[in-house]
């Protein structure tokens, strides 16, 4: 995506989060005859981080239930001829999968920026999270087409066998649930929360497929229920898969709009005439961007308007991050300076 603003800017905001040669204060400007600046204001560049973050110790200890317990189901779920308990298996392969792939993406996120990846590898949860999304609505898929095969031609189920495991397995990943639901969510954990919750309905639903079978002998109960988990996954996985393409399409975050941030800049600045060429993402779900052009109404110190500029853009929308392009309304070209 092209931003005018970023012409000449250079962008280390995330670059360096356990760099401190430079000076904790980035509000600056590169003088008056250069009114092309940074803002970083109250970034986290004060924040220590001395070991693995919470969303990562989290992660780890959920793919050690979740891989563990999968082994376990899968060959119930063979012994027992049970389609529901094989299908939550084959969802738990995945989800270990994914749940990898969302630990493995903490952990370079924390990696610094290249010359190659300015502004760091925190799209890597983004697009873990935008596979995920993609790996549910398939894995559902599969599962459906199964149970139709399933109801077509019926397979003996051993209820009891299929009650036991399910219950183990739903014990399992309530403990996963729990680990993963506590304290604040990004896209990437929130991911794969919707993997272990699809495991969740996956384990009750083989439980109850169970408890019909030994009860009642209705052998559809199997292939029905795992019909019914599948369509949960599709619309989990779909809201999973929309959300991080919206990050990775650069799109707006939600709450964020451009003429609202130029309406309130302009409404709450006297200094400035007007406000352009704005354009605000997000490199995480997170970590809003926002670059703009900011035309002042006078001669005026461009640093004082930068960090009046930037305090705005913190206070009322949390942004943290802006490349600001200050302008005076007589510079030349014309063109160039006005709205």
Avoid at 44 to 66: I, M, Q, Y
Avoid at 200 to 226: E, K, N, T
Wanted: hydrophobic residues 45%; proline residues 4%.
């Amino acid at each position: 995506m092209a931003h005018s603003a970023h012409d000449h800017a250079h962008d280390h905001d995330h670059a360096h989060e356990h760099e401190h040669e430079h000076e904790h204060d980035h509000d600056h400007d590169h003088g008056h005859g250069h009114p092309h600046s940074h803002g970083h204001g109250g970034h986290g560049h004060h924040g220590h981080h001395h070991g693995p973050p919470a969303s990562e110790r989290k992660l780890f200890w959920t793919l050690l239930l979740t891989g563990g317990f999968m082994i376990a189901e899968a060959i119930g779920g063979v012994m027992a001829g049970s389609l529901a308990l094989l299908a939550d298996a084959g969802h738990m392969l995945t989800d270990a999968a994914a749940l990898l792939m969302a630990f493995t993406a903490v952990r370079a996120a924390r990696r610094p920026a290249t010359p190659h990846l300015s502004y760091g590898h925190h799209r890597w949860q983004v697009l873990a999270a935008f596979v995920n999304g993609l790996a549910l609505l398939l894995l559902s898929a599969v599962i459906v087409a199964e149970s139709l095969q399933r109801l077509l031609s019926p397979v003996p189920v051993q209820g009891a066998a299929v009650m036991l495991i399910a219950a183990i397995g739903l014990l399992v990943n309530l403990a996963a649930f729990g680990i993963l639901s506590g304290g604040e969510q990004n896209l990437n954990v929130r991911a794969a929360l919707a993997h272990v919750l699809g495991d969740l309905l996956g384990s009750v639903a083989a439980l109850a497929a169970g408890a019909l079978i030994w009860a009642f002998g209705w052998m559809a109960a199997d292939p029905l229920l795992s019909i019914l988990v599948a369509l949960l996954m599709v619309r989990t996985g779909w809201s999973v898969a929309r959300q991080s393409a919206h990050v990775l399409l650069e799109g707006a975050p939600e709450g964020l709009h451009e003429e609202a941030i130029a309406s309130t800049l302009s409404a709450e600045l006297p200094i400035l005439h007007s406000v352009h060429h704005v354009h605000v993402w997000s490199l995480s779900d997170d970590k809003p961007v926002v670059t703009l052009h900011a035309v002042l109404k006078d001669h005026r110190d461009h640093d004082a308007s930068l960090r009046q500029i930037e305090a705005v853009l913190r206070q009322r929308f949390g942004i943290t991050h802006s490349t600001i392009q200050l302008e005076e309304r007589d510079c030349t070209p014309q063109a160039a300076c006005r709205t």
